[in-house]
């Protein structure tokens, strides 16, 4: 059985900083490219971030690029997400999520991927 936890909601101000992390079991993390997405109340999920399962490219969208930065600890079997700068518009809840291809052309959509976390709310107050 595959799992992706990824605990806490967290409440943070306006310019902090948070680093979010991702435990997987069930998965050869190693050889599993991993991404994070987010859904604020009222909207689709959205991507966010991804990082190939060697770690040496990663993919951002454009409201979080220079601010997030998304990593990995294949020993660990752990992604992270570090926020820096946090807006108020930062605030959904952030999943992470499991792809088992190497590559993917639809690594921006949710159907790129096979497993996802639980969720944590991520709520950045002004």
């Known amino acids: 059985q595959v799992q992706l936890v990824d605990p806490g909601g967290v409440l943070v101000q306006a310019g902090d900083y948070l680093r979010l992390s991702c435990q997987t079991s069930?998965?050869?993390?190693?050889?599993?490219?991993m991404g994070w997405f987010r859904q604020a109340l009222g909207r689709t999920r959205e991507f966010v971030a991804r990082?190939?399962?060697?770690?040496?490219?990663?993919y951002y969208a454009d409201p979080v690029k220079d601010r997030f930065t998304i990593s990995r600890d294949n020993a660990k079997n752990t992604v992270y997400l570090q926020m820096n700068r946090l807006k108020t518009e930062d605030t959904a809840v952030y999943y992470c999520?499991?792809?088992?291809?190497?590559?993917?052309?639809?690594?921006?959509?949710?159907?790129?991927?096979?497993?996802w976390g639980q969720g944590t709310q991520v709520t950045v107050s002004s």
């Open positions: 069930g998965l050869t993390f190693s050889s599993t490219a």
């Open positions: 999520a499991a792809d088992r291809l190497p590559y993917s052309a639809d690594y921006t959509y949710t159907r790129g991927y096979d497993f």
């Open positions: 990082i190939t399962w060697s770690g040496t490219s990663t």
